[in-house]
């Protein structure tokens, strides 16, 4: 069974960074490219950042470029996110996943304000 747990979230002043972690469960993690989510309120899911399975290849969303870095563990099955200069337009609950699985954690909610 694919699982996927975040957490890391909370809420942050602008300009102020977190740290979001992801482990996942049911695949073999190191052979597989993850990806960061995030869902704002009345907006659709949206492609945050892309690692490829030994780390070497990263995308990012042109809106968190330069201040979003994500990285990963493949010995412990764990995805990173690091959130720095953040925005309140950087609110949203953010998920992992592995395509192509159609599974979804809980989420982990990021509330930047002042």
């Known amino acids: 069974q694919v699982q996927f747990v975040e957490s890391g979230g909370g809420s942050v002043q602008p300009g102020g960074s977190l740290r979001l972690s992801c482990v996942a469960s049911g695949f073999p993690f190191s052979r597989y490219t993850m990806e960061w989510y995030r869902q704002a309120p009345g907006k659709e899911r949206e492609l945050v950042a892309v690692?490829?399975?030994?780390?070497?290849?990263?995308y990012y969303v042109d809106s968190v470029k330069g201040r979003f870095t994500i990285s990963r563990d493949n010995a412990h099955n764990t995805v990173y996110l690091q959130m720095d200069s953040l925005k309140p337009e950087d609110t949203a609950v953010y998920y992992c996943?592995?395509?192509?699985?159609?599974?979804w954690g809980q989420g982990t909610q990021v509330t930047v304000s002042s």
């Open positions: 690692i490829g399975n030994v780390g070497g290849t990263t």
């Open positions: 996943n592995a395509p192509p699985f159609a599974d």
